[in-house]
């Protein structure tokens, strides 16, 4: 199992911007440069893992159809070499799509 990296919303919020205003899809945000960074490393990670532990390497990978979950295990799977299927998108995996959270009604 593995988190998305870094978002660019909260990102965006943290320094004072409001990235939702300007979005298509304000509860969709995609992964900053950093985040996608943070999949590439967390990829490598997982495969010393599992050649340090002597278990089973990745073999499938799943992934939630937000967009941040996409751009993560794509950047995951280049250090990934045992994982050679396509990534599987699983509905299940989101705990919500709910655009009415994110966008503010006057």
């Known amino acids: 199992m593995l988190r998305h990296g ?3 919303d909260y990102t965006q919020r943290d320094l004072g911007n409001n990235w939702t ?3 298509d899809r304000p509860f ?5 440069d950093h985040g996608c960074e943070q999949g590439t490393l967390a990829g490598g990670r997982i495969t010393e893992l ?3 532990l002597n278990i ?4 499938v990978a799943y992934t939630s159809p937000l967009i941040r979950c996409g751009q993560t295990i794509t950047h995951a799977k280049g250090n ?3 994982v050679t299927s396509p990534v599987k998108i699983e509905a ?3 705990e919500s799509i709910n655009e009415d959270w994110y966008v503010v009604k006057c």
Do not use: I, M
């Open 28 to 32: 969709d945000p995609p992964l900053t």
């Open 21 to 23: 205003a300007k979005s």
């Open 6 to 8: 870094e978002r660019l």
């Open 50 to 52: 599992t050649t340090s």
């Open 56 to 59: 089973a390497p990745v073999s």
């Open 80 to 82: 990934l070499p045992s």
């Open 92 to 94: 299940g995996l989101v």
